[in-house]
C-alpha cells in the first residue's frame, strides 16, 4: 500500500541564508550567458562570421527575455566592425528616372546635404542675376537685332530681284504675294493682266513662279536662323553662368577632395548647370511656387539637392535597427508620390529609406511571425539577402496595380546582419517548407526555457533578479523576496528542480511586488510585497475557477469526496486561460457488459475527445487485453466517459483514472470518492508523468476544503511528478497535519491498492489470481461475462414434461 508523501516532498523551498546576501544591492549584474550559454555562444558566433548567409535565428519561448538579450548583445557588438557608411540619392542628369547613389563615409551625408541645399539657395539668385544684368541683356539684344535686319535683307534683296522682272513683292496682312508691274508705281489690275499678249503672260506667269520658289526656300531658311540664334544665345546663357557657378561649385569641392565620387558628382552639376543654360532662368523664376520647382521636371533647380536616405553617426558605431512593423515598404523603402496635373509624379527626393538601408552596414532585428504574416514581406526580405542589394519596390507594382510616373533609383548594395526573433515551431516549419531558410539562416540560437536549480544556477537567478530590478528602476530585494522569487519560477518551470527563464513574468511580479512595496512605504520589497503581488495575481484569474468550485460545491457538477462508488473515480482536469491555469476535479466513470472485447470511448465517438486521449483509451484496452485476456477471449463490451463534460477532452493524463473506473465495473468492486487520480499508463501498467501536477492537486484540495477536510482525501499522482511538486503553503500545511495526502504511485496496481484497500494480487504460474485481490475479482467478472456471453450463444434446450389428464 503506497504511504504519503512527505510535507518536505510537496514543495522544494528555498532558505535565504544560503543565498550568500542581505539585499540585491550588493550583487553585480548578469550575463546573460550565465543563463542561456548555448544560445549566446551561437549568437556570438553568427555575428563572427562575415560570409553570407550567417544570418541569426533566436529561439525561444514568448517572455523569456529574447529582445532584451539580443538588445544587449547587440548594442556591445556594434562598437566593433567597420564603420557604417552614409547613403544619398542624387539626380542622374542623364537619366533622371533612375537616380544615383552615392557612398559618403559615416557622418559627411548631412554636410553634403546641407552644402547642396545652400548652394541651390544661392544658384537661384546668381541665375537671376546674370540674366538680368545689363551686359548679358545687350548682348542677347545684340543678337536678336542682328537676326531680325539679316531677316529684312533677304527680304529686300528677293523684292529687288523682282523688281528687275517687273514683279512687285507685296507684304499683306494675309502674307507676302508677288504681282505684276504696271510701272515702278504701280501695279497691274486682272483686266490689264489678261489684256496682255499670251507671250506676256506666260513670260511674267514664270517669273512670279520663280519669285515663289525664292520665297518659300527663304521661309524654310527662316526658322533654322532663328534655331541658330536660339543657339548662340543659350551658349551665351552657358558662358555666362559658367563664369558665374564655377566659383561656387570650387568652394565646395575642397571638402570632398578625399571623394573621388564626390567630386564627379559636383562636375556633373557644373556640366549640368551650363547646359541648362536659360531654362534655369524658368524655374529661378518660380522659385515660390514649390509645386512648379519641385515637381515641374527636367527644369527645376531642386535637381541639385541631394537626398540623404540613412545617416550614420561620425564615431563609427554600427546601427542596430528593430522593425516592428515589417511591412514590405517598411523594410525595403518606398517612393512617394504626388498629383501634379492629374498625374501621380515622383522624383528623387522623394525616396525614403526602409529598415534594410537603415541596418545597413549593422544588424536589423525582426519579429519572424509579423514579417512572415506581412504580404510579400517574407519575399521581398529573402530577395535582398539573396541578391546582396536592396531593390526598392512597391506593393501596387508586385500586384499590378501601378498608374504612376515611376522611378527606379540605383539599388544598395547591402551588408548586414539580420536577427529574426520567433517562436521554436515558426523555426522548424521555415527549414521543413522553405528551401532557402536554412540557406539564408544558417545560425540558430535555442534560448534554454528552463536551468537545473542548482546551487550555481540559484546564485545566476538571485543575480538576474537583481539585474531585472535595477534595470527597471525598482527598489532592491531583500533575500527573502529573492527566495521567495526563486520558488516561484520553479513553480513556473512545474518543476521542483528546474527553474523557468521566462523574465516576462518574473518582471511582471518584479514590478507588482514594487508597487505593494512602494503603498507600504517600504525602502526594499520583502516577502511580504512578492506575497501580495503572487495573490492579486491569483485573485485576478480566479472568476472561472471559483465558479467551477461553486457549481460543484452546489452539486451542479457532480463529484464526490466521500464515500465509495462502483466504476466511478475523480480525475482532474486543467483549464490553461492566458497567463493562468487552474483545475477541477471532473467525475469518469465506467460500465462494463457482454460483448466482443470492445472498450468505447464515448467523447471520441462524438467526436470531442481528442486524438491523444482517444490513444490513452486504446493503451489501457490493451493493459487489460494483456493481462486478462491471454488464455481467454474477452467477453466484454464497456464504456467509458467524462460525466458533465460539455467540451473537447485532449490529453492522456485521465487514463490511469480511466482503467481504474473500468476495472471497478468489472469486478463490481467500489473506488475510494476521496481520492482525486491523474496520471497515464502504458501497455504494461507502469503508469507515467502527466502535466499541470500543481494546479490538479490544487484544485482537488480546494473542493475538499470547502467541504471539510477529513483526513481521508487526497491526490494519486504518478511517482516520476514527485520532483514536479511546488504545492501552496496552505496544502502542504494540510498535509503536513495529515488532514489531506498525496499519494505517487509507479504501477497500476499500487493504484488499485490504494483506492479499493483491496491487494492487487499477481498471477501465479497458472495465470491465476489469488483469492481476496482485486484482480481475482475482476477476473471472476471476466469468467462471468464469457459465461453468460456462451450460454445466450448456445441455450440449453429442455423438452417440455407430459401433463396427465
Known amino acids: ?47 563572427d562570421i562575415p560570409h553570407e548567409g550567417y544570418n541569426l535565428f533566436v529561439l525561444g519561448e ?53 552644402d547642396m541645399q545652400h548652394f541651390v539657395e544661392e544658384l537661384i539668385p546668381a541665375i537671376s542675376a546674370v540674366f538680368e544684368s545689363d551686359e548679358y541683356r545687350s548682348r542677347i539684344d545684340a543678337m536678336q537685332e542682328e537676326e531680325k535686319h539679316r531677316e529684312e535683307a533677304a527680304l529686300h534683296e528677293l523684292g529687288h530681284a523682282a523688281a528687275e522682272l517687273e514683279v512687285a513683292f507685296l507684304r499683306t496682312p494675309h502674307g507676302f504675294a508677288f504681282v505684276p508691274m504696271k510701272n515702278a508705281e504701280a ?85 549640368d548647370i551650363t547646359e541648362s543654360g536659360e531654362s534655369l532662368r524658368e524655374s529661378s523664376r518660380s522659385e515660390d511656387d514649390s509645386e512648379t520647382t519641385t515637381y515641374s521636371g527636367s527644369i527645376a533647380v531642386q535637381r541639385y539637392l541631394v537626398n540623404l536616405l540613412v545617416e550614420n553617426p561620425a564615431d563609427g558605431g554600427r546601427p542596430v535597427v528593430h522593425e516592428d512593423h515589417p511591412t514590405l515598404q517598411n523594410l525595403v523603402g518606398r517612393i512617394e508620390h504626388v498629383v501634379h496635373m492629374g498625374t501621380l509624379m515622383s522624383n528623387f527626393t522623394l525616396i525614403r529609406a526602409g529598415a534594410l538601408h537603415r541596418a545597413n552596414g ?63 515551431l515558426v523555426y522548424y516549419l521555415l527549414s521543413q517548407y522553405d528551401a532557402e531558410f536554412s540557406a539564408l539562416f544558417k545560425i540558430n540560437a535555442d534560448m534554454e526555457s528552463e536551468i537545473p536549480r542548482s546551487v550555481e544556477n540559484t546564485a545566476h537567478y538571485a543575480r538576474l533578479i537583481a539585474t531585472l530590478a535595477r534595470r527597471d528602476k525598482l527598489r532592491p530585494l531583500s533575500a527573502a523576496a529573492v527566495a521567495r522569487i526563486i520558488e516561484h519560477a520553479s513553480r513556473l518551470a512545474s518543476d521542483a528542480q528546474r527553474l523557468s527563464t521566462r523574465t516576462q513574468a518574473l518582471d511582471d511580479l518584479l514590478h507588482e511586488a514594487d508597487h505593494f512595496a512602494a503603498a507600504a512605504l517600504a525602502s526594499r520589497i520583502g516577502v ?124 492522456d493524463s485521465a487514463s490511469l483514472a480511466e482503467l481504474a473506473a473500468l476495472l471497478s465495473a468489472i469486478a463490481g468492486l467500489p473506488l475510494r470518492q476521496s481520492i482525486a487520480v491523474s496520471g497515464s499508463v502504458n501497455q504494461f501498467g507502469t503508469v507515467q508523468a502527466v502535466g499541470g501536477i500543481n494546479e490538479k492537486i490544487e484544485g482537488f484540495f480546494d473542493i475538499c476544503a470547502a467541504r471539510g477536510l477529513t483526513g481521508d482525501q487526497g491526490v494519486l499522482i504518478p511517482a516520476a511528478n514527485v520532483a514536479d511538486l511546488m504545492l501552496r503553503r496552505d496544502v502542504v500545511d494540510a498535509a503536513r497535519a495529515g488532514q489531506f495526502h498525496i499519494w505517487a504511485v509507479s504501477e497500476v496496481d499500487e493504484a488499485l491498492e490504494l483506492l479499493t484497500g483491496l491487494p492487487a494480487g499477481l498471477p501465479d504460474e497458472k495465470g491465476e489470481m489469488p483469492s481476496g485481490s482485486f484482480n481475482a475479482s475482476v477476473a471472476a467478472g471476466l469468467a462471468r461475462l464469457a459465461r453468460l456471453r456462451r450460454e445466450f450463444a448456445n441455450p440449453r434446450r429442455t423438452s417440455p414434461k407430459a401433463k396427465g389428464p
Open 187 to 271: 501695279t497691274m489690275s486682272q483686266e490689264e493682266f489678261e489684256q496682255l499678249p499670251e507671250e506676256r503672260q506666260q513670260a511674267l506667269t514664270g517669273h512670279i513662279k520663280a519669285m515663289h520658289e525664292h520665297l518659300h526656300k527663304l521661309m524654310n531658311d527662316f526658322p533654322r536662323w532663328r534655331r541658330e540664334m536660339q543657339n548662340r544665345i543659350k551658349e551665351a546663357g552657358s558662358e555666362a553662368l559658367r563664369a558665374t557657378v564655377t566659383h561656387l561649385v570650387d568652394d565646395l569641392k575642397p571638402r570632398y577632395d578625399d571623394l573621388p565620387e564626390i567630386s564627379a558628382y559636383l562636375d556633373a552639376v557644373l556640366q
Open 362 to 424: 549593422g544588424f536589423l532585428v525582426l519579429d519572424a511571425i509579423k514579417v512572415l504574416s506581412q504580404p510579400y514581406a517574407w519575399e521581398g526580405l529573402k530577395r535582398c539577402l539573396r541578391a546582396g542589394e536592396v531593390r526598392i519596390e512597391s506593393l501596387s507594382d508586385l500586384i499590378g496595380l501601378t498608374s504612376t510616373v515611376q522611378i527606379e533609383p540605383e539599388p544598395m548594395p547591402l551588408d548586414l546582419k539580420v536577427v529574426l526573433i520567433g517562436e521554436r
Open 528 to 651: 511580504e510585497h512578492v506575497e501580495a503581488a503572487l495573490a492579486a495575481h491569483r485573485q485576478r484569474h480566479e472568476r472561472l475557477r471559483e465558479r467551477y468550485r461553486d457549481e460543484i460545491l452546489r452539486g451542479t457538477l457532480l463529484v464526490d469526496t466521500a464515500g465509495r462508488h462502483v466504476g466511478q473515480v475523480n480525475g482532474l482536469a486543467v483549464v490553461q486561460l492566458g497567463d493562468g491555469s487552474f483545475a477541477h476535479p471532473v467525475r469518469i466513470t465506467a460500465t462494463a457488459r457482454v460483448g466482443d472485447g470492445e472498450v468505447i470511448d464515448i467523447e471520441r465517438e462524438v467526436k470531442l475527445g481528442g486524438p491523444i486521449h482517444s490513444k490513452g483509451v486504446l493503451i489501457l484496452s490493451s493493459f487489460v487485453a494483456s493481462r486478462f485476456g491471454s488464455t481467454t477471449p474477452l467477453s466484454l463490451r464497456a464504456s467509458l466517459v467524462f460525466e458533465q463534460s460539455y467540451g473537447g477532452v485532449e490529453g
Open 62 to 114: 514568448s517572455g523569456s527575455g529574447r529582445h532584451a538579450i539580443i538588445h544587449q548583445l547587440l548594442e556591445a557588438e556594434r562598437r566593433h566592425g567597420p564603420p557604417p557608411a552614409d547613403w544619398c540619392y542624387v539626380n542622374d542628369f542623364r537619366n533622371p528616372t533612375r537616380p544615383h547613389l552615392l557612398h559618403l563615409p559615416g557622418g559627411r551625408g548631412a554636410q553634403l546635404r546641407d
Open 1 to 47: 500500500m503506497p504511504i504519503p508523501l512527505l510535507p518536505e516532498q510537496l514543495y522544494a523551498a528555498c532558505d535565504p541564508g544560503t543565498l550568500g546576501f542581505t539585499s540585491t544591492d550588493e550583487l553585480p549584474d548578469l550575463d546573460a550567458a550565465q543563463i542561456h550559454p548555448r544560445a549566446i555562444g551561437a549568437m556570438h558566433l553568427g555575428l
